[in-house]
């Protein structure tokens, strides 16, 4: 055989590349499909009431330079 014929044993087919890639795609359809409830913030009721805008004086420069 020649040279030209031989593969480097690093190297890693188009297959081989493809075959992985459709596994990950499935891992992460399957990831997704758990059904795992999101992430929420633990926040008590007082919290969420609470005055959250302060108009301090950054945020009137903001609106004078700006013309709001």
Partial sequence: MSTS???PTHAIDRR???RA???AAVVAAAS????AEP???AESESERK???Y???EHVKTFYR???Y
């Fill in 5 to 7: 014929d031989e593969k």
């Fill in 16 to 18: 081989s590349f493809f």
């Fill in 21 to 23: 890639g459709g596994g």
């Fill in 32 to 35: 997704i499909a758990t059904g």
């Fill in 39 to 41: 992430a929420t913030a």
């Fill in 50 to 52: 609470k005055a959250r």
């Fill in 54 to 56: 302060k108009e301090s």
């Fill in 65 to 67: 330079v700006n013309r």
